[in-house]
C-alpha cells in the first residue's frame, strides 16, 4: 500500500523546495529524509544509501573526463578543431552556421558536455559569425542548438550517469557506442537546416583556407580529435575500462595542451582544477542525493505503481513512447539534466523495458530529450550560456532556437521509434 503522505513529502517537497530555490542537490536529499521520518526508515539507513551510491569504480570516470574537458576546452583545443571544420564546410554558404556545427561535433565529443562545448566553441564563434552579417538570434540559436550533441558522442559523463541509475542492466562502452549514429545524425540534419536558412537568407560564403596552412590545421586539430579515439578504441580492444580510458583521455589532454599547444602556462592548471572540483562537487552530491531518493522510491512501491499507470493508459507502445517523451521533454525544460537522469531512469527505464525497448537505445532516447531540455526555456542552462556569451536577451536566444528544434525532434522520433539507429553499433561491437 503505497503511502499518500509519504509520496506527498517526497515529491510535493521536492518541487516546494526547489520553487524555494534550495540547490536541487539538497531539495533531494531533504525530501528523502522528510519521507523516511514519516514511513519510519532509520536515518543511518539514508545516509547508507548515499554512501553505497557514490561507492563505484565506474564513477571514477566521471572526475577525468570533467577534468580533460577543462583542460582541453582552455588549452586552446576549440579554436583548432574550428580551423579544422573550416576547411571542410567554411567555404560553402553559410559556412559560418555548418562551421558551428561540425566543430561543436568535433568538440562534443572530446568535452561530453553541452555546457562545455556552447563555453568554449561559442566564445570563439560567436563574434566570428557577427563580423560576417549573421543575426545575434540565429548565430545564438545554431551554437546552443549543435551544442546538444555533446551529451550523446561519446565521451559522455551524463551516459555514465545513465549507466549508474540503470542499476547495472547496461554497460558504459554500449551505451557509448549507442550515442554515435544518433550523435552524428543531429549534426547532418542541422547541417541541412543550416544550408537551408543560408539559401534563403543569402548568408555569406566563407573564404577558403590556403593550401599551405591545411597540412599544420590539419595536424593540430587531429591531435584534440584523438582524445575520442583513444577512449572508444581503448574500450572497444579491451586494453582498458571506461574508467581507466578517462584517466588516459585526461593525461593526454595534459600532454597537448602544455607540451605541445602551449597557449596557456603551466599555472593556469590551478583555476582548472578548481572549476573541475567544483563540478565534480555539484555532480557527486547529486548522485549521493539521488540515491538516497531512489531508495525511498523503491521502498514506496513507486516504480511500479507509475509503471502499472502509464501502461494503463494505454494498450499501444507508439502512444506510451509519446507520452515518455512528451514527459522528459516537459520535465527537461524545468531540470538540469543530471538529477533528471538519477530520478527518472529507475522510473521510466522498467516501462519501456516492458514495452521491450533495450536499455541502450533507452539511454539515447533519455539524453536527446533531456538534451533538447537543456536549449528550451524556462531553465535550460544551455540557453542562458548562448544568450550570455552572445550579449542577447534570453528570450532571443529561445527564438533563435525554434528552427532547429525540428530537426532534433525528428532525430528524437526517430532514436525512439528505430531501435537500429542506436543498437547497430553497440551490438555489432559486442555489446
Partial sequence: MIDPIAVLLLFGGFAALLLLR?????????????????IGVPLPLVGQKMVQALNSFPLLAIPFFILAG???????????????????VGWVRGGLAMLNVVASTFFGGISGSAVADTSSVGSVMLPMMRQQGYPDT????????????????????????????????????????????????????LLVACYVTARKQGH????????????KIVWQGLLGLLTPVIVIGGILSGVFT??????????????????????????????MLRRSVKTLGTVL?????????????????????????LLGLSDNPVVILLLCNVLLLALGSIMDMAPLILITTPILLPVVTSLGMDPMQFGVMLMLNLGI???????????????????????????????????????????TFVPALSLTLPHALGF
Fill in 138 to 189: 540565429y548565430s545564438v540559436g545554431v551554437t546552443v542548438s549543435s551544442a546538444t550533441q555533446g551529451v550523446l558522442i561519446p565521451p559522455s559523463h551524463n551516459m555514465i550517469i545513465f549507466a549508474l541509475a540503470a542499476g547495472g542492466s547496461v554497460s558504459i562502452g554500449g551505451v557509448f557506442m549507442a550515442g554515435v549514429v544518433p550523435g552524428l545524425l543531429i549534426a547532418a540534419l
Fill in 373 to 415: 531540455g537543456l536549449i528550451t526555456p524556462p531553465v535550460g542552462s544551455v540557453l542562458f550560456v548562448g544568450s550570455a556569451i552572445g550579449g542577447i536577451r534570453i528570450e532571443q536566444a529561445a527564438r533563435g532556437v525554434l528552427p532547429f528544434y525540428v530537426p532534433m525532434v525528428a532525430c528524437l522520433l526517430l532514436v
Fill in 204 to 215: 555569406p560564403k566563407g573564404e577558403p583556407i590556403p593550401a599551405r596552412d591545411v597540412p
Fill in 22 to 38: 534550495v540547490p536541487i542537490a539538497l531539495s533531494l536529499a531533504v525530501s528523502s529524509i522528510a519521507a523516511a521520518l514519516w
Fill in 70 to 88: 577543462e583542460v582541453m576546452a582552455g588549452g586552446g583545443v576549440a579554436r583548432r578543431l574550428i580551423d579544422l571544420a573550416n576547411i571542410v
Fill in 242 to 271: 571506461a574508467t581507466e580510458s578517462a584517466a588516459i583521455a585526461c593525461l593526454w589532454a595534459v600532454l597537448i595542451t602544455f607540451g605541445v599547444y602551449r597557449e596557456v602556462p603551466l599555472r593556469a592548471v590551478v583555476g
Fill in 285 to 309: 552530491f547529486l548522485i549521493a542525493a539521488a540515491g538516497a531518493y531512489g531508495h525511498l522510491l523503491t521502498v514506496l512501491q513507486l516504480p511500479e505503481a507509475l509503471t502499472d499507470a
